[in-house]
Structures are given as C-alpha cells and as structure tokens.
C-alpha cells in the first residue's frame, strides 16, 4: 500500500507529465506550420518520453496498489512566435517540472517510502538530463539569432533524434 497523501502527489504528477506532452504536442503544431522538420522530430520525440514518464508512475502507482486518478489536462498554453521562444518556454518548464518531482519526493520522505524515493531518484536524474538537452538547444539557438541558413543546418541535424523506450526506476 500507499500512503494517501504520496498516492494524491504521484497522481498530480501523472496529470503534470500528461500535460506535458500535450504542451509539446502544441508546440509541434507551431514547427509543423514552419515545416521545421527536424524540429517536429524533436517534439516527436519528446511526447514520446513525456508519455513514457506519465505511464511510469501510473504503472508504478498501480503496482504499489494505489488509487490511480486522472484528472483533466489542461489546455496546453504557450506565447512563443520563435523557436528561440518557444524552447525559452520548454526551458521554464522543464524547470518547473523539476521542482514538481522534487516535491513529489520531498513527500515521499515526509513519509519515509524508500521504494517510492528508488523511483523517483530515476526521475530527479531524468530531470537533469531534460534541463542540460534543453539548454543546449537554447544556447544554439540563440547562437543562430537571425541566420536562417544556420536554423535549417540545426533543423536537419535534428532529423536525428530518436526515442528510445526509458526504462524507468
Ligand atoms: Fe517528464 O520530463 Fe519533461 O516534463
């Protein structure tokens, strides 16, 4: 079993991650219209992972035997008109991610779950890894400012990401 306040926190998360990939979702609609195909790669990729980590801890939540809640997605809001903007966006939320999941462990401790901290160490290290990839697209980006030429170089260099399935905790 679960405590009840980590099983209400995991789920807040679940909703987070699921959010996240409608938000990366939208964002690809943006790249889609700028036929920024190694962009749209890129978010291809990303829904992906998010939907990865979304469906970890709803898989870990079932198999702690706690109650999995899903709750509405929000609609998925950004205001970016540039890639430089929008990967600004993508920055500050993976940010705000990252202090999501250190929540969700600081109430894992509050309740000494050492199997749930396990899990979310996977994710913490996840965060990290998110954060450091992001930022580099951001500083190439801002690297690249107004030189088109440059952005469909990075474009095609993008066309080579890939997902690969997480295997998680
Ligand atoms: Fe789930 O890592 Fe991004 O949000």
């Keep these: 079993m679960i405590n ?3 099983e209400a926190a995991f789920n807040e998360q ?13 964002m690809k609609v943006k790249f889609m219209e700028w036929n920024l195909k190694g962009f749209v790669n890129w978010f291809n ?4 992972e998010e939907h990865a980590h ?5 898989d870990y939540l079932d198999e702690r035997g706690g109650n999995i809640k899903l709750e509405a997605i929000a609609k998925p ?4 008109t540039t890639p430089l903007e929008i990967f600004e966006e993508v920055l500050a939320h993976e940010q705000f991610v990252t202090s999501s999941i250190n ?6 401790e509050e309740v000494k779950d050492r199997a749930a901290l396990h899990l979310l160490d996977w994710y913490i290290k996840e965060q990290v890894e998110e954060e450091s990839n992001v930022g580099g697209m951001l500083a190439t980006l801002k690297l690249i400012g107004d030189d088109k030429k440059a952005l469909l ?12 399935q997480p295997v998680i905790g």
């Design 4 to 6: 009840e306040k980590l």
């Design 153 to 164: 170089m990075l474009d095609k260099d993008l066309m080579a990401r890939t997902f690969v």
């Design 77 to 80: 809001e950004f205001k970016g």
């Design 14 to 26: 679940i909703n987070k991650e699921f959010y996240s990939e409608y938000l990366y979702l939208a």
């Design 103 to 108: 929540h969700v462990a600081d109430v894992a």
């Design 45 to 48: 990729v990303q829904v992906q």
């Design 54 to 58: 979304g469906m970890g801890m709803f």
